[in-house]
Structures are given as structure tokens and as C-alpha cells.
Antibody, heavy 120, light 110 residues
Framework: EVRLVESGGGLVKPGGSLRLSCAAS????????MNWVRQAPGKGLEWVST????????FDAESVKGRFTISRDDAKSSLYLQMDSLRADDTAVYFC?????????????WGQGTKVTVSS | QSVLTQPPSASGTPGQRVTISCSGR????????VSWYRHFPGAAPKLLIY???QRPPGVPDRFSGSKSGTSASLAISGLQSEDEAHYYC???????????FGGGTKLTVL
């Protein structure tokens, strides 16, 4: 079964850091581009970051550039999101997703999400 | 405000056909594929359509996608009560070098 399981969310103070993880199973992880997408309370979906297979390409949303870092460990079939300098508007459920070959075609597998709350 | 524009709401009766529109620009829909997602609150979003009009395995043929110029649409035929959810369109944007989503459409089955 193809599966993505996020972890690492929680409550953090403004300016703090958090590292999200996503454990993949059931497919050849290294062959796929992977992404983070978030949904703030009461808002729609927002793309955060994309990393290609073999980490050749990385793309970040302007809203997180310079603060968030996406990475992957293909040996562990894991995706990460290091979040620094967190702000209140980063509060959201963060989803790990798999791209359909490339992220330009769509995202066909989604995790259940992990909740991040940034508040003092 | 979202880069892709969707109507905030849509509705239909069981058995009816409804369409949800998604409007963008040359840099996103005009140049790249469109995908569509269904999202029930508290659950993981689900891919319904990728590459403009392709259905992943397991998605019923009641769902279809189309694209023309800088606009796209999702059609749902034979509307069912379980189709009541939020629907999002998305596309890569060449100017922003990232994925852009529509603001979402809440579909109500009357």
C-alpha cells in the first residue's frame, strides 16, 4: 500500500523552529518528486515546497523562502521540512505529497497531515 | 487572494451534472497542466484529475476535467450526496516557479 505519514508537528513560539518528517512506504521513493502543502485554519490549500528525485531541484513558495528548507533521505524513504523563524501565519496543517512523475502534473498521494501551531 | 480563481460555492441536486471553473493566466494554466482535488475537512485531499483530464485509478468516470486557454473546469455528473466537499484546482506557475492553487469551491448537494 502506498502511504505517507507525517510527524513532528506541535506548538511552537514565534521565532522558533520545528522539523517535520514524512515517512513514505509502498513505492520507490527516490524516483518521485515530493512536496509539502499546507492549509491554514479556515483557508485553502497552499503549496509550500518541492524537491525533485535525487534532490536536483528545489522550489519554495515566496512566503517561506529563506526560512523553510525541504530535504529528503532516499535511503530512509523520508522527506523533511525544517522550519525556522516561524510566524503566526505559518500555523496550518502540513501535508506531505507525492508528485505524479513531476509536480507540474499533479500530486497523487497525500498524507493525513501534521498540525503546526505558532503561538506565544 | 489566490492566483487561480474559483467560485467560492456551487450546488446541485442528486443526479445532476455540475461544473466548477478555474481561471488563471498564461504563466500557469495557459502553459501547464491542471489538476483537481477533493477535500473533506479533517481528511487528506484526494487527486481527482491530473494532466488536465486524466483520472487516477479508482476515480469514477463521473469526474472529468478539461482545459481551454487559461481556464479549466471540473465536471461531476450523476451528483451524489457524498460529493459534498471542497474542490481545488492547481497548476504550476512559470513566473512564480511554484504550484498555485485556486481558493477552493465548496460543493453542496441539495
Amino acid at each position: 500500500e502506498v502511504r505517507l505519514v507525517e510527524s513532528g508537528g506541535g506548538l511552537v513560539k514565534p521565532g522558533g523552529s520545528l522539523r517535520l518528517s514524512c515517512a513514505a512506504s509502498g513505492f520507490s521513493f527516490s524516483s518521485y518528486s515530493m512536496n509539502w502543502v499546507r492549509q491554514a485554519p479556515g483557508k485553502g490549500l497552499e503549496w509550500v515546497s518541492t524537491i525533485s528525485g535525487s534532490s536536483n531541484y528545489i522550489f519554495d513558495a515566496e512566503s517561506v523562502k529563506g526560512r523553510f528548507t525541504i530535504s529528503r533521505d532516499d535511503a530512509k524513504s523520508s522527506l523533511y521540512l525544517q522550519m525556522d523563524s516561524l510566524r503566526a501565519d505559518d500555523t496550518a496543517v502540513y501535508f506531505c505529497t507525492r508528485a505524479v512523475i513531476t509536480v507540474t502534473k499533479g500530486m497523487d498521494v497525500w498524507g493525513q497531515g501534521t498540525k503546526v501551531t505558532v503561538s506565544s | 487572494q489566490s492566483v487561480l480563481t474559483q467560485p467560492p460555492s456551487a450546488s446541485g441536486t442528486p443526479g445532476q451534472r455540475v461544473t466548477i471553473s478555474c481561471s488563471g493566466r498564461r504563466s500557469n494554466i495557459g502553459s501547464n497542466f491542471v489538476s483537481w482535488y477533493r477535500h473533506f475537512p479533517g481528511a487528506a485531499p484526494k487527486l481527482l484529475i491530473y494532466s488536465n483530464n486524466q483520472r487516477p485509478p479508482g476515480v469514477p468516470d463521473r469526474f472529468s476535467g478539461s482545459k481551454s486557454g487559461t481556464s479549466a473546469s471540473l465536471a461531476i455528473s450523476g451528483l451524489q450526496s457524498e460529493d459534498e466537499a471542497h474542490y481545488y484546482c492547481a497548476a504550476w506557475d512559470d513566473s512564480l516557479n511554484g504550484v498555485v492553487f485556486g481558493g477552493g469551491t465548496k460543493l453542496t448537494v441539495l
